[in-house]
C-alpha cells in the first residue's frame, strides 16, 4: 500500500497542470541561460579585439608624432618617458591582439598574467567595476586575487587553454557560477513551487481520500517524498541539460581545476586565499542541495496543514527562502545580538559557504562548512517535531472539513 501510495503522488505531481507548464518555463529558461546570456557575459577579463585595435591605431599615431618632434615626454609621478611606456604597451597589446585573434589562448593569457601581475591597480583603479558596492575597493582586489590564482592555474596546468575555460564557459566552469552566484536559490524554489499543492490538491476529494487505510501522518511522509523524488530528478535533469549544453559549446572543463577560496579575514592579501578543485567544490555543495529541498519539502507540509492553500504555502515558502535578502547587508553580523552563523537562513545560499564567500561579503569567520551542515540538520529536526505535532492536532478529519 505504502508504494502505491507513494507511486500515485509521484505521478500526480509529475502530470500536475501547473507543474507540466513550470518545468517548460525551466526548460526555456535554462536554454536562454545556456545559450544567450553565458555565451555573451561580458566580465572584466572579457578582450575587446576592437578596443584594442582602435588603442594601437591611437598610439601608433601619437608615437609617431612624439617621434618626429623629438619629444618623449615624462610621466611626472614617476619620471618615466612617455615615449617608453607607449612602446611597452603597444607592443604587449599588439601581441594580446595576434595572439587571441590567431586562437594562441596559451599565448594570451600568458601575456594577460605578465600584464596582471604584481598590478592589482588594473582592478582597483577600474571605478566601473562594484561601483554600488558598499566597499568597491575592497571587492575589486578580491575579484583580482580570484583572478591571478585561476590563471596561475591555467598557466600551470598540461591541458591546452581554450576560449571556453579561459573565460569560464566550459560545463564544470558555467556550473560552478552558476552555484556559487544564485542557482542554489532557483533550484530550492523549483522544490518549493512542486511540493507547495501536495496537500491542498487532496481537499477536492475529500470523501474518497479519507477512507484511505493510511495512517494521516503515514500519508503526509509519502507525499513529502515523492515531492522530494520528483524535485531531485528536476534539479538533476537542470543540471546535467545545462552542463551537456555548455559543454556542446565550450567543451566539459577539467575536475581539478583550482576554484579559489577564502580561509581567513585578517590580513586581506594572498595569505588570506586557498585553492580546491572543481570536483571538490561541486561535491561539497551539490551534496548539500538534497538536504535543503528535503528541508523546504517538510516545511511546505507544515505550511500545508496550518494553511490549506497552496498559493499561500508557495507565498510563505519562497519568503522563508528569500528571508536573508529582507536584512543582508555587509554589516549584518548579528540578528537580536545573536552570531548571523547560527540561523538557518544564512545557510541557504550555500555556494557561497563551501568557498568562503559568504564570510568575505560579512568580513568574519564563523560561517564554515560544517557548522552550515549542522545548523541545516538541526532546523530539519526541528521541523520533523512541528510536523509530528502539527498532524496530532490538525488531524485527517479536521484538515478535510470544510
Known sequence: MNWTYFKHEFLITARSRRNVPFVLFIGALL????????????????????????YLSDLE?????????????????????????????????????????????????????????GNSWEYVGDYNLFKLSPFPGKD????????????ENYL?????????????????QALTKFIQGYGVYFLVFCAIYFSSDILARDRKYRTVLQGLPLSWYRQLNLKAFSAFLYSLIVVLATIVIGVLVMTIQFGFG????????????QKFNLEDYDVITIATYLGKTLIVIPLLIFLFIRLNVVWGLLLKNEWLVLLI????????????????REIFAIDISLFPQTYFDFGKITDGEKNYLLNMETITYAKGIAVLLITVAVIEIVLFICSRIINKRRFYRV
Open 31 to 54: 536554454l536562454g541561460y545556456c545559450l544567450i546570456m553565458l555565451p555573451n557575459e561580458k566580465t572584466k577579463e572579457t578582450f575587446d579585439v576592437e578596443w584594442a585595435k582602435s
Open 61 to 117: 599615431v601619437e608615437q609617431k608624432i612624439r617621434e618626429s618632434k623629438g619629444n618623449t615626454g615624462i610621466v611626472h609621478m614617476t619620471g618615466q618617458p612617455v615615449f617608453a611606456n607607449n612602446d611597452y604597451y603597444y607592443r604587449l597589446y599588439h601581441a594580446m591582439v595576434m595572439a587571441h585573434e590567431n586562437r594562441n589562448y596559451f599565448r594570451y593569457l600568458y601575456l594577460r598574467h605578465f600584464q596582471l601581475d
Open 140 to 151: 575589486r582586489e578580491h575579484l583580482y586575487y580570484q583572478t591571478m590564482m585561476r590563471y
Open 156 to 172: 600551470t596546468q598540461d591541458y591546452p587553454v581554450t576560449y571556453g575555460l579561459m573565460y569560464e564557459k566550459t560545463g564544470l
Open 254 to 265: 577539467h575536475f581539478d581545476l583550482h576554484v579559489p577560496i577564502m580561509i581567513a579575514q
Open 317 to 332: 515558502g519562497s519568503l522563508v527562502l528569500f528571508s536573508e535578502r529582507l536584512y543582508f547587508t555587509r554589516t549584518t
